[in-house]
Structure formats: C-alpha cells, structure tokens
C-alpha cells in the first residue's frame, strides 16, 4: 500500500467540507426556521406553550433532514443508515425511554392544558411561574429567580397544583389582640379597614374577618383577602402592614408572646 492509497482524494475532501456547511446552514436554518415558526403560529392566535412545542418540532425535522442530506454527501446511503438503525430499534428504545416517556407527556400537557405559560404553579416540591413547556422538559422560575428544569414525564405523573386558573388566592392574616366583646367591633373593622386599602388586594370578593378563638382578655381575629397569585408575596406584606397600622390607629394591642404563654399556663390544670 502506497503514501497515494492513504491519501484522501480531492473529491472526498470536497465531499466532506460540502457537508460541513450543508450541516452548519442547516443548523442555522433550524433556529431561523423556530423564529419565524413562533413567530408565525403566535400571531394566529393560538396558545403560546403549544407555538413553541410545534416550532421545537419542526427545528428538529430541519436538523434531521440535514443530517440526512450531509450523510448522502459523503457517499453514506440513507438507506443503510437506516436498516443499521432499524438493527439497533430496541437498544436505541431502551437507551431513549425516558426521553420518549418525556416527549408524551410534553404532548399530553398540551393537550389537556392544566397549565399555561406564565401561570404560577406547584409541581412536587417546586413552585414557580411557568416559563417553558419544551418537548422533554417544563422549565419554573421561582420567587428567588432560580430556574427550575422539570422532565415533563415528573409533571404529568403527579399532582400539579395550578393557583393562576381561578383567576385570584385568598391569603389569611391573623392576630392575636387584647380586648374582650366590647373591643370585637372596633377591632374587626380596623382588619377591614386595612383590606380595603393594602396595595395588591382584590376587593371583591370582599375581605371579610372571622373571630377564629378567644382566651380571657384576648381575641383572635383572622382577615381573609384576595389577591392575584403572582402578586401573592406583596399583597401578603401590604396586607399585614395595614392590618399593624390600622389595629395600631384604632388603639387595638396585640398580645406579645410573654402574655400568650402566661394566658396559655394558667388555663392548664394544676
């Protein structure tokens, strides 16, 4: 065998530089292709999450249509390529179940729509507002701003709690303030008070507040309020400023903890 034989012939190098390029246009086709795809099937209205699901799809249709067409260019056949993959079927489906269980059920939230993007929900132990629904995974953001990737095969096989589809929350404070039954009116309508004018808080349904118990010299009162729940962690805070502010207008004390553990002492038996 001579140095010519091991020497790649200038038509097999031209071959492999052609599908070079024909790999890295397609790639670049694919995301041009995703753009103008979410762009496109946005504007027709219809649901977001399922725009960028189909757009994923048609990317990865382009990428593989180019992985074909570079494999023709180098002098591999398609039709090996395939029977090769065809050999291999069950190791390639058992090396890909999860990602194929993940794909399904990426289809299967779609479908039945227990969610959308920018909705603020609670897979397992994670919460957040929804940012993506990809193919294989559901991506959250939390409060704190972190990312969080979920395989969309965890989603559907759990529980997902869903608190943006009713439209509002109801957020529950309660106090624990001196007084005794002349003192319940003017102290529940300081709480209301407080609802009626705490930034975030929806005033219809109306706040309403509910004595929830009550110990010698002492009431527990507990306001009910409804909020968006995007708006969940700054309504709550508003809330409990106004409730502070308004109990304190109104000449109404909290107990402090010293006086709750000596009014919950003396109530136990000797």
Known sequence: MNIEELT???????????????????????????????KTLS?????????????????????????????????????????????????????????????????????FKHFQLGDKIAIGDHRGIVEDIGLFTTTL????????????????????????DRGLLRGAVTVNVEGRLRDLGPAMQAMVRAAKRAGGVA??????????????????????AWHRAVDEDESMHNLRVAVL?????AGIKLMNRTQLILHQRSKMPS
């Open 203 to 224: 005033q219809e349904p109306a706040p309403t507040v509910f004595l929830t118990d009550m110990e010698d010299g002492s009431l527990d009162l507990t306001l009910t």
């Open 245 to 249: 502010e308004e109990l304190d207008a």
């Open 8 to 38: 790649p012939s200038l038509a097999t190098l031209r071959a492999i530089a052609t599908a070079i390029v024909i790999l890295v246009a397609g790639w670049l086709a694919s995301k041009w292709a995703y753009r103008i795809a979410v």
């Open 43 to 111: 504007s027709s209205h219809l649901d977001q999450a399922l725009a960028r699901f189909l757009a994923s799809m048609l990317r990865y249709v382009v990428l593989a249509a180019t992985f074909i067409a570079s494999m023709e260019t180098v002098g591999i056949h398609t039709t090996s390529l395939v029977a090769v993959v065809a050999s291999a079927g069950l190791a390639v489906g058992l090396a890909l179940q999860g990602s194929l269980s993940n794909f399904a059920s990426g289809v299967l939230i779609l479908f």
């Open 141 to 164: 953001v939390s409060t704190d701003n972190e990312k969080i990737v979920i395989p969309n095969a965890s989603v559907t096989n759990g529980p997902i709690v869903n608190f943006s």
